[in-house]
């Protein structure tokens, strides 16, 4: 039976329900009192996982499109800038380093700098300002310039709890968003497979709306529980399946901030270590089957150091991987309960974001087009996902490290077959932008520069001899990137004190 699209309901809180929440009822929120209701479900028992403290640069657009103030935003998460990822001992272990900076190359699109730079290792340098801006520990804007606006790009980092919080408030005082606390006992599903109710512990009367968001996390209780959605697993790619995280004080008020996150390879995964104004996100991502909790704990607390003494470990099991399906009949999935991977490069909350736009933007008017809706989400997720798994095992295929871990990554068995294809092509040119699907791609042909480039990885160019063709043009860009960083690093303020500074203002 066909009927409008009228109540949408998105079971379960944290950043993904509440941000989704925000995201969709800012899109239709002129069409509230003409019959599009938001309502967010979540029980009062559940804790949300909270360490996603990561985003992308999407974040920006995100939070003025759902009319947050930047300052507010950044008082009440404890929020900082990030200008990137640095990446120490992912290639030897000895020290070694790159940046995944999010400003693009200078001259991107139309030249890859990467032939006419002798140390291919320091393409980031070569071709970017920001890799120098983020050692320095810079801001990414001055005090001249106005909210959101900046001349490096970035993203944020974010007290995930405290996040939900404020998309909380601003949902139900200025969204419209209505809110109901209740536990879900169970999912009633019509004779066509869809959701036709939701039962709550303790109330008598069913839910009803007219697309489900299922913002249940890893239990995945609509789309995985109800429905019954498979779950698809990228473990034989993708080692890690636990975490160990620390909330770590500063040692006084004046510590310099970091403006990128700092991801250190260990012997069996890697520490995250992201730095909020009032304490840092540590964390330590393994795989068990190469180290076990003790061994990942003590890596840990050495990393620290003397500050982790007394400070408990907080455990996060998880698998890799995805549902088979995102959106299924009535329901589609978003935030954990969809799929998850490691937080290498902060790709849930992007996902998040991406995701509750398309149904902001594509929300059907009528039930009968919701399979096709359906459709066109789960066909981009898929390559999307894809596409995450292929970036995040490049992290690790081209290591020198020796431990059987990293060695193991190496094992073609382990490898994305589209990642190998790229990696083919590669051997003789850098990645371009004709490698890459335009909109649906997640991360450009620039991710993949710093990123190859930066563990050492160097085409042999002088197979295609026209790559060097652009001698004089690319002398000018390296020229220019030199004079842009020294003007940048002169006059951008330090990180903590532009922060400060800005929220006095």
């Not at 919080?165 to 599903?189: D, P, S, Y």
């Not at 700092?262 to 995964?269: H, K, P």
């Not at 020229?479 to 842009?484: D, G, R, T």
Request: hydrophobic share 40%; net charge negative; with cysteine.
């Amino acid at each position: 039976m066909n009927k409008p699209i009228k109540h949408i309901v998105i079971v379960g809180g944290g950043t993904a329900g509440w941000l989704s929440a925000a995201i969709i009822a800012a899109q239709h929120k002129s069409h509230l009192a003409e019959g599009i209701a938001v309502t967010l479900v979540e029980a009062s028992d559940i804790p949300t996982i909270g360490v996603g403290e990561g985003t992308w640069p999407t974040m920006r657009h995100t939070l003025q499109q759902i009319g947050l103030s930047e300052r507010v935003f950044f008082q009440r998460c404890h929020a900082v800038f990030k200008q990137g990822g640095k990446f120490v001992n992912w290639v030897t272990g000895n020290g070694d380093f790159y940046y995944h900076p999010f400003t693009v190359p200078l001259g991107y699109g139309r030249i890859d700098l990467a032939p006419y730079v002798e140390d291919i290792s320091a393409y980031a340098q070569e071709s970017n300002f920001q890799h120098h801006i983020c050692e320095a520990g810079l801001a990414p804007r001055t005090l001249a310039e106005e909210e959101y606006q900046a001349q490096c790009n970035y993203a944020y980092h974010l007290d995930a709890g405290e996040f939900a919080e404020l998309l909380k408030e601003h949902c139900i005082n200025t969204l419209g968003v209505k809110h109901k606390i209740a536990t879900l006992e169970h999912c009633v599903l019509d004779d066509a497979g869809n959701i036709s109710s939701l039962v709550f512990r303790d109330e008598l009367t069913p839910f009803t709306a007219d697309l489900y968001v299922d913002c249940t996390g890893l239990s995945s209780l609509l789309l995985g529980k109800a429905l019954a959605v498979p779950f698809k697993s990228v473990d034989h790619l993708l080692f890690n399946d636990r975490a160990l995280a620390m909330q770590v004080p500063y040692p006084a008020a004046d510590t310099p901030l970091a403006c990128h996150t700092i991801a250190t390879a260990q012997n069996a995964g890697w520490i995250w270590d992201i730095g909020l104004t009032h304490r840092r996100g540590v964390g330590h991502v393994y795989a068990s089957r190469f180290l076990s909790d003790d061994e990942a704990e003590f890596n840990l607390r050495r990393y620290i150091g003397p500050a982790a003494e007394g400070l408990s470990c907080r455990k996060i099991s998880y698998q890799s991987g995805h549902r088979e399906q995102f959106w299924a009949k009535n329901c589609v999935a978003i935030g954990m309960s969809a799929g998850f991977v490691e937080p290498l490069e902060a790709t849930a909350i992007m996902l998040v974001e991406l995701s509750a736009r398309f149904v902001a933007d594509n929300l059907p008017t009528e039930s009968a087009d919701l399979p096709i809706v359906a459709q066109r989400f789960n066909r981009q997720m898929h390559y999307r996902w894809q596409r995450i798994i292929d970036f995040l095992k490049l992290h690790y295929m081209l290591t020198k490290r020796p431990e059987p871990y990293w060695q193991a990554h190496l094992d073609k068995n382990s490898m994305p077959p589209s990642l190998m294809d790229d990696l083919q092509l590669w051997q003789s040119r850098g990645p371009t932008t004709q490698d890459f699907q335009g909109p649906l791609e997640l991360f450009p042909a620039a991710s993949y520069q710093y990123v190859i480039y930066g563990m050492g990885f160097k085409p042999d160019f002088s197979k295609r001899g026209y790559l060097y063709n652009e001698a004089q043009q690319a002398s000018q860009i390296i020229n220019k990137n030199k004079q842009l960083t020294q003007q940048m690093l002169s006059s951008l303020p330090s990180h903590r004190q532009y922060i400060e500074q800005w929220l006095r203002q």
